[in-house]
């Protein structure tokens, strides 16, 4: 009896090193927006990296602009260990809890390296936060910095008043509100067919998420108001991870290390080549009047204090932490 489950263990193993059969194992990763996003352009660099560092071990396919999971689904998708792994906007879950929109208060942080001393100061508090539902942060990386697409000009924030504002987060949605503009959740996939069937007439989001679905077909004006930089996070199922042998742990990790430095790169040159886009293909690029600016910055006063209340201790932890980083 032993001898013969030995000698089958052994016939076993002999075939499967005869035919190499050992399986590597094959991750689908869905992720939000599309391809022309720098966003995407750094995760299919970072799941090649994966594939080069395990030798093939660990083979990361990416499926953009929500084809395989939709955007509100992808996080509880993960969660629930549908797909190993997937990319979404943080300040996503900010209904579960308020630190993840912590990148999105107006004017708290509203420059590269603010939005680093940020991610600094909160990244401890977020990664516990999602350990609590089994997921591990991978690594985030910020958008350019939020403007306002308008299709006539804006000088104040009464400008908006009545308008029918895109909206892809809590926080887009409270400044719509706050500027007596009436906000509307639109994904990004669908921003060009809502602006040309009229149910949004303006939006804050990046130059590079004009640039990318074509603002100049359907609106005329930016405002570089750069009043937040919200990150994507990629997140992984602890399962999934933890069924990794440890090699491949490492080499995920040390890949998303890599993936993050370099996104932050992307992120800051992408702002410059987007504006460049945006002017070249017509959009008139402004600078925000004094007036304009005074009203958003008083509309990012009462929304700070705001989020403060909301996110209690665990707040006040991240906006000391935020105090002793911040250039
Ligand atoms: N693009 C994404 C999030 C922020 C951005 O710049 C969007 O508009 O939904």
Redesign the pocket.
């Known amino acids: 009896m032993t001898y013969a489950k030995s000698a089958l263990t052994l016939a076993t193993a002999a075939t499967l090193l005869a035919t190499g059969a050992h399986a590597a194992t094959e991750w689908d990763m869905p992720t939000p927006y599309g391809d022309r996003t720098f966003h995407t352009v750094n995760i299919r660099d970072f799941a090649e990296d994966v594939a080069e560092r395990t030798k093939g071990e660990l083979k990361i396919t990416v499926h953009s602009n929500g084809s395989l999971i939709g955007h509100a689904e992808i996080k509880n998708s993960v969660r629930r260990g549908i797909v190993p792994m997937g990319e979404l ?1 943080m300040s996503r879950l900010a209904n579960e809890n308020p630190v993840y929109d912590v990148d999105s208060v107006p004017y708290l942080a509203a420059s590269y390296d603010e939005a680093w001393a940020l991610w600094q100061a909160s990244r401890e508090v977020i990664a516990e936060e999602l350990a609590k539902q089994r997921l591990r942060l991978l690594f985030a990386v910020p ?2 910095p ?1 403007g306002l697409y308008t299709q006539k000009e804006i000088t104040a924030v009464g400008d908006l008043r009545n308008l029918k504002m895109r909206a ?1 987060n809590t926080a887009s949605e409270r400044l719509a509100r706050l500027s007596n503009a009436v906000p509307t959740q639109v994904e ?1 996939p669908d921003i060009p067919t809502a602006f040309s069937t009229g149910r949004v007439e303006a939006m804050i ?2 130059p ?2 004009g640039a990318d679905t074509k603002a100049w077909d359907y609106l005329k004006h930016f405002n570089h108001t750069q009043l937040w930089l ?1 990150k994507n996070m990629v997140i992984v199922n602890e399962r999934s991870f933890a069924a990794l042998d440890e090699a491949s742990q490492q080499a995920l990790l040390e890949a998303a290390a890599a993936a993050e430095a370099r996104g932050w790169e992307m992120s800051k040159q992408e702002t410059e080549q987007a504006l460049a886009t945006l002017r070249e293909n017509g959009i008139v690029v402004s600078e925000p009047s004094d007036e304009l600016k005074q009203g958003l910055q008083q509309i990012g006063q009462t929304m700070t204090e705001e989020w403060a209340k909301l996110a209690g201790p665990q707040g006040q932890r991240i906006l000391e932490q935020y105090q002793q980083l911040k250039p």
């Open positions: 906007i958008w350019p939020q892809y990004v989001t990046s590079a998420t919200p």
